[in-house]
């Protein structure tokens, strides 16, 4: 499996930006796709994630109701669609994938995500 995440960039605190993950060497039925992030100096923590059948999402607390998760299954492609974007929103988003509970086993390079007040 390879995972490649792109449309990090520069925003002003209160925009978006939309964040893809291109999924290769599947089939990804019964995985689980997550979005995680690092801040500077901070530990990686987990964003969300959804399941590739079902499309089932769960969010963090600090991102619910601002951050939506989704997938396309014909482009293998995961989205992290982030709204109201705050300075502490600032770090590289890493998407992974797994199918074994509390671990995820694949993970792409990372895209830097940057607010600025």
């Known amino acids: 499996v390879q995972l490649q995440a792109s449309g990090g960039g520069l925003v002003q605190a209160g925009g978006s930006l939309r964040l893809s993950c291109a999924a290769s060497?599947?089939?990804?039925?019964?995985?689980?796709m997550g979005w995680f992030r690092q801040a500077p100096r901070k530990e990686r923590e987990l964003v969300g994630s959804?399941?590739?059948?079902?499309?089932?999402?769960v969010y963090r607390d600090y991102v619910k109701g601002r951050f939506t998760i989704s997938r396309d299954i014909a482009k293998n492609t995961v989205y992290l669609q982030m709204n109201s974007l705050k300075p502490e929103d600032t770090a590289v988003y890493y998407c992974?994938?797994?199918?074994?509970?509390?671990?995820?086993?694949?993970w792409g390079p990372g895209t830097l995500v940057t607010v600025s007040s």
């Open positions: 992974a994938a797994t199918t074994t509970i509390g671990r995820y086993d694949h």
């Open positions: 959804i399941t590739w059948t079902g499309g089932n999402t």
């Open positions: 060497g599947g089939p990804f039925g019964g995985y689980v």
